[in-house]
């Protein structure tokens, strides 16, 4: 390489990160450090009583360690996953046959699909708001089971049925959520595959199990994985409909943590809860890039 060449690339370079920086350096600012100040936070014993005299001190792994020792902190951990594996199930399976169905051109195709996209483009405060009016004991939900002989249950004040209400409000937002990224997944995907193997004797099923399922292994994983992001952070539905009630039937880490922060005061346990929920999704991505880096040597292979 000569030494014009080696010039020019250095300069391409720094143009490069000079473009990059102001991104990285808003990242640093709002992103990075809430989040060390937070870690940093979870190992001090801050209360409303020493937060204005800053004489909290260190206590190490206390906060921790009571959190796991605190029935109420497990039942809550319990909760966010049985709400975010309950939400995945069903709305990606629901998501899926309706993008098969959506793949395939028919009159009003498009205009149907983009009405089902509302509820995914509806904020989330809205769709607090309309669950709690539609599984309100006189709501809409009961008013129509009424109307069939059953009487329906206190969704939202029974510790059996509030998080069913809230899952099945979540899988309203996240279907449609689903469906989209698989149609964009199925359009990657050449006809041309479809009709060789169909010349070879293949069936809808074969094609199904044969060709679309492993060509859209990488648009499944990260439909998932982005669900699986979505949906464990989840924190305004469950306020706005529940708020974590009845006994922390419907509390997740998110809402605990505000709970403990803006209701009991107890800042550093909630630091301590929001850094579980943050090393949670952080193993959750570690995982994504494993699986994705497999699939890279294997390709390679």
């Known amino acids: ?10 300069r391409r370079t720094r143009e490069a990160y000079g473009f990059i920086l102001p991104g990285v350096l808003y990242m640093l600012v709002v992103v990075g450090y809430p989040i060390v100040y937070n870690f940093i936070l979870s190992f001090k014993d801050t ?108 969704w939202l004040t029974s510790t059996s049925t509030a998080m069913i209400a809230v899952v099945i409000m979540n899988c309203w937002v996240g279907i449609p959520f689903n469906m989209l990224l698989l149609i964009s997944g199925m359009s990657n995907i050449s006809e041309d595959v479809y009709e060789a193997s169909a010349i070879d004797g293949a069936g809808r099923m074969q094609q199904f199990w044969k060709i679309t ?9 990260a439909v998932l994985m982005l669900g699986f992001i979505y949906t464990f952070r989840a924190f305004d539905l469950m306020f706005i409909m529940t708020a974590g009630g009845p006994l922390n039937s419907t509390d997740v880490l998110g809402t605990y943590s505000y709970m403990l922060s ?40």
């Open 213 to 221: 399922m492993p060509l859209m292994k990488d648009s499944i994983l």
């Open 262 to 301: 803006f209701t009991q005061y107890q800042f550093s346990k909630g630091s301590a809860v929001a850094i579980v929920l943050f090393l949670c999704l952080l193993l959750i991505g570690i995982l994504y890039l494993l699986l994705l880096r497999k699939d890279d040597k294997e390709e390679e292979a």
């Open 1 to 10: 390489m000569t030494a014009k060449k080696r010039r020019s690339n250095g």
């Open 47 to 154: 209360s409303v009583r020493n937060l204005a005299t800053g004489t909290s001190k260190f206590i190490g792994f206390q906060n921790y360690i009571e959190l796991f020792h605190n029935p109420t902190f497990i039942l809550v951990l319990k909760n966010t996953f049985v709400f975010t594996i309950g939400s995945l199930i069903f709305q990606f399976t629901i998501g899926y046959l309706l993008a098969l169905f959506f793949y395939k051109k028919f009159t009003l195709s498009g205009p149907i699909r983009g009405l089902m996209l509302i509820p995914y483009m509806m904020p989330m405060a809205v769709t607090g708001l309309l669950g709690q009016n539609l599984f309100l004991n006189s709501g809409l939900i009961n008013n129509l089971l009424s109307k069939v002989g059953i009487a329906g249950p206190a």
